[in-house]
């Protein structure tokens, strides 16, 4: 079992730079797939980012390609996501996942595990 816990949303203008992190526990992390989804409300969930339990590949949605960067440290048990030049249309809940799957696919039913996502709200 894996306990995935968000932090670090919050409201940010256009433009502006956002990071959210997501602690885990439980099974051991640095054998974890890690990925970020968002949704917004009456939408589906939709693939942000993931990363490797290595770290050593990342995939990025081309929608945020160049503006967002995930990382991890796994002597921390902790995910990040670095958002910058954000925009209104990045306005979502974000949502950590973590998968046991290899290789890291940019697909929601690959991940077992979720937080209970952080708020990020980008104002125009």
């Known amino acids: 079992q894996v306990q995935l816990v968000e932090s670090g949303g919050g409201l940010v203008q256009t433009g502006g730079s956002l990071s959210v992190s997501c602690a885990a526990s439980g099974r051991t992390f640095s054998r974890l797939g890690l990925g970020w989804f968002r949704q917004e409300p009456g939408k589906e969930r939709e693939f942000v980012a993931a990363i490797s339990w290595s770290g050593s590949s990342t995939l990025i949605s081309p929608s945020v390609k160049g503006r967002f960067t995930i990382s991890r440290d796994n002597t921390k048990n902790t995910v990040y996501l670095q958002m910058n030049s954000l925009k209104p249309e990045d306005t979502a809940v974000y949502y950590c996942?973590?998968?046991?799957?290899?290789?890291?696919?940019?697909?929601?039913?690959?991940?077992?595990?979720w937080g209970q996502g952080t708020q990020v709200t980008v104002s125009s």
């Open positions: 996942a973590a998968s046991t799957k290899f290789p890291i696919r940019p697909i929601r039913g690959d991940y077992d595990y």
